[in-house]
């Protein structure tokens, strides 16, 4: 059981971080960190295309994979036996 708790901690560790920085990398309305990287080139061809929704589809499994080891971290803490 400790083992588990170990690596779903360290999944949340990773996985806040990761999903921090793809939501800072979506399109804004105005300029920010998605500008930097080539997104405002993006805005003024007009196409976001396939990128920003990969950069979608990549945020909300990183955002679920967030959620369930929240969940299981709370599970684990409340059912644990001392």
């Known amino acids: 059981m400790v083992v588990l708790e170990f ?5 949340l ?6 999903l921090t920085l793809l ?3 979506h399109k804004g309305r105005g300029g920010g960190l998605s500008d930097m990287f080539g997104g405002g080139m993006s805005a003024a061809v007009g196409s976001s295309g396939l990128a920003e929704r990969n950069l979608n589809r990549f945020t909300v499994v990183l955002a679920l994979v967030w959620f369930v080891s929240i969940v ?11």
Do not use: E, H, P, R
């Not at 690596?7 to 999944?11: A, G, I, N, P, R």
């Open 7 to 11: 690596v779903l901690q360290v999944l």
């Open 13 to 18: 560790g990773i996985s806040s971080v990761l």
């Open 23 to 25: 939501i800072l990398l």
């Open 72 to 82: 299981a971290l709370g599970l684990i803490t409340k059912f644990q036996v001392i």
